[in-house]
């Protein structure tokens, strides 16, 4: 119990700090572009009620879950082929390496002329920067299977389906979750910048129209529900990946009291 509080604390501490420093710096503020946060919580429930939340809120969860999941089955998929076979990698290094190079958000332009400005742009957006994180972690963790478990796999018969799903995925799977969770991150700043370019709802679509406006404190509410919704997801994520990835993590725990 004592040691669930003290980690509870340490998550709340920090926020707690940083709201009070903010809270502080911006009392009594006149300036018209950093209004005080007592005003921004004030203005927060007026801004984002149910409606809103249904018709900007929601849009852009449903946008950044097809594109992130469309980018993990691409990543996962190409880079298990890829990071299983050394020819394969010999020929598709360069062009991965050409590809992921260019910023996604410069895309943008180029995907609308495509998929024009409805939710697909968005969707493809999304899932065009996700993809390299997970694609990438996927062959470094497929290629780091140990080769003694391949060879005594390969022994027994295993080989096939069984085989990927038993010991090569599930092998790389630390590392490939490691690339989910950076795809995740991009995946929340491309949803906002595809919203801010071409869109009709959304979060960001939200957020400029309020600065367009000058309705600066609207403004900042957005920001903020950027920002829990960044922790909301990364808390689900950490959930999911403790429940996935118990074994490995149970395995760490039993290394590092035997040492």
């Known amino acids: 119990m004592r040691r669930l509080l003290l980690r509870l604390l340490f ?28 005003t921004i919580l004030k203005t927060f429930p007026d801004v984002w009620t149910g409606e809103r939340l249904r018709t900007d809120v929601v849009p852009s969860l449903l946008r950044l879950t097809a594109g992130f999941a469309a980018a993990a089955v691409a990543g996962i998929a190409l880079g298990t082929l890829i990071g299983s076979y050394r020819r394969v990698r010999a020929v598709c290094e360069p062009v991965l390496e050409f590809l992921r190079a260019v910023p996604p958000p410069v895309l943008v332009p180029v995907i609308m002329l495509f998929a024009g400005i409805g939710d697909t742009m968005k969707i493809v957006v999304i899932a065009s ?9 996927t062959v470094e963790g497929v290629r780091a299977v140990d080769p003694v478990m391949l060879e005594t796999a390969r022994s027994y018969g295993i080989t096939g389906l069984a085989r990927l799903r038993n010991l090569v995925l599930r092998s790389a799977s630390p590392q490939i979750f490691a690339g989910l969770r950076q795809a995740l991150s991009i995946g929340i700043i491309l949803m906002v910048i595809s919203e801010m370019i071409a869109a ?6 939200t957020v400029v129209q309020f600065q367009r406006s000058f309705a600066v404190p609207d403004m900042w509410t957005g920001i903020l529900v950027l920002g829990l919704l960044g922790f909301l997801l990364s808390v689900v994520f950490q959930l999911v990946e403790r429940r996935v990835l118990g074994w490995y993590h149970g395995l760490r725990a039993s290394t590092r009291r035997s040492t």
């Open 11 to 38: 998550v709340v501490a920090l926020p707690a700090v940083l709201v009070a420093v903010w809270w502080a710096g911006s009392d009594g503020s006149t300036d018209p572009f950093w209004p005080p946060l007592r």
């Open 129 to 137: 920067g996700c993809v390299w994180p997970i694609l990438l972690n």
């Open 200 to 205: 009709s709802n959304g979060i960001g679509f």
